[in-house]
């Protein structure tokens, strides 16, 4: 006969049976849950969150010494290209300028007597030759009549000594006249040498003038600015920084055992801290870094060291953005980002195969400034030249 004891073990054992089945269930679908998932999805895509935003720092510097007299934005502020941000006392320029009006004026005036003294030395060379011919003739005369005695052999010799001072006046007119065509050969009083180089003078000064006002190369927003009424600055001092926020990229640093599947072209997925996982920006990756950061830091590790201890390396990869969805949600320089590579396309290579064949970035705004001293200098040499 069965005692209730081992009736209730043989109950529980009975209920336990379908409980373990049901876990051992459960697990084997999530594995199988999880081997489709890493199958089709996970191999494929490889994510970082050491992701930060970088972009093009634009540092405003002045192409000409001066003292700032006037400041035309601050930190934050949209500012457009071509637009005056700071603005130098133009009075050492202005001086500068006037001088090289006045240098331009006097040798012009010192030229057009060069083109002067042509027609005066040609003449002279004209009066040197009949000098020459009548000293010539005379002596001929006296010659013919040295056997009659009606002339001294005295005179026959200052006939010979007046020939021979005919001759070296001759040809010195000829040197001087050969001189001052060196010097306006090929050439018109506008096209002369001296008057282009003073010309340019001239350009360089007002060119100088155009500087002191420095404009914004490109359009962004100001940060980080220096500049204050007053000072003086050098060439090439830092005033402020102008950033182009429509050209920011991401730069997410991955592990080296990361980079084996990435292709340049493959697509990434971003998401920014400042806006949560709410907002996603599609790009794609444009390029790899050249080496790690350690390798370019200031004081890069000496692994040959007898005390080496192996750290993971993490190399920089660029990433570009959608442009439309940057300015949906504008980024600033410098803000985490979470970036997750889809690596399934392969074919991409690792290194650029073609040389870039157009500028990365470029700026017109100074032709304005150079065509303007270009176009008063002309003003000043057509002045100066009296046409």
Same mark, same amino acid.
Do not use: C
């Given at each position: ?240 920084? $102008? &950033?182009?926020?429509?050209? @920011?990229? !991401?730069?997410?640093?991955? %592990? +080296? ?5 990435? #292709? *340049? /072209? ?44 192996? $750290? &993971?390396?993490?190399?920089? @990869?660029? !990433?570009?953005?959608?442009? %439309? +969805? ?5 980024? #600033? *320089? /410098? ?53």
């Amino acid at each position: 006969m069965t005692t209730p004891v081992q009736t209730t073990t043989l109950n529980e054992n009975g209920n336990r049976r379908p409980l373990m089945l049901a876990l051992v269930g459960a697990f084997g679908l999530a594995a199988i849950g999880y081997g489709f998932y890493w199958s089709t999805y996970a191999r494929y895509h490889i994510d970082t969150d050491n992701a930060y935003v970088a972009g093009n720092i634009v540092q405003i510097t002045p192409q000409t010494a001066g003292t700032i007299v006037s400041i035309g934005a601050d930190d934050t502020d949209l500012v457009q290209a071509g637009q005056p941000l700071v603005k130098l006392d133009r009075a050492d320029a202005e001086l500068a300028v006037d001088t090289a009006d006045a240098q331009l004026g006097q040798t012009v005036r010192e030229v057009k007597t060069l083109f002067a003294n042509d027609g005066a030395l040609k003449a002279a060379v004209t009066l040197r030759e009949a000098d020459l011919a009548r000293a010539k003739e005379d002596l001929v005369r006296r010659q013919s009549l040295a056997g009659t005695g009606a002339v001294a052999g005295e005179e026959i010799e200052h006939a010979r000594d007046t020939v021979k001072t005919s001759e070296a006046a001759l040809q010195a007119a000829k040197d001087q006249l050969a001189a001052n065509q060196a010097l306006i050969d090929k050439t018109t009083p506008k096209q002369h040498p001296n008057v282009r180089r003073a010309a340019l003078k001239v350009r360089e000064a007002q060119l100088a003038l155009e500087r002191t006002t420095v404009l914004a190369p490109v359009t962004g927003f100001v940060a980080h600015r220096v500049a204050q009424p007053g000072q003086r600055v050098a060439v090439g001092s830092p005033l402020m920084a $102008v &950033v182009p926020l429509d050209q @920011v990229w !991401v730069d997410a640093n991955f %592990k +080296e055992s990361q980079l084996a599947d990435m #292709r *340049i /072209g493959q697509p990434v997925e971003v998401h920014a801290d400042v806006y949560g996982k709410d907002v996603t920006y599609h790009g794609k990756i444009v390029g790899f870094a050249a080496g790690t950061g350690t390798a370019f830091s200031l004081l890069p590790a000496q692994n040959a060291t007898g005390n080496w201890i192996k $750290v &993971v390396q993490r190399l920089p @990869v660029r !990433v570009s953005l959608d442009a %439309k +969805e940057l300015a949906e949600h504008p980024l #600033r *320089i /410098g803000l985490s980002m979470r970036a997750d590579v889809d690596t399934r396309d392969r074919s991409g290579p690792t290194l650029p195969n073609a040389v870039r064949s157009k500028p990365v970035a470029e700026t017109k705004v100074y032709d304005g400034q150079a065509t303007s001293a270009t176009k008063q200098a002309d003003g000043a040499l057509d002045a100066a030249a009296g046409q």
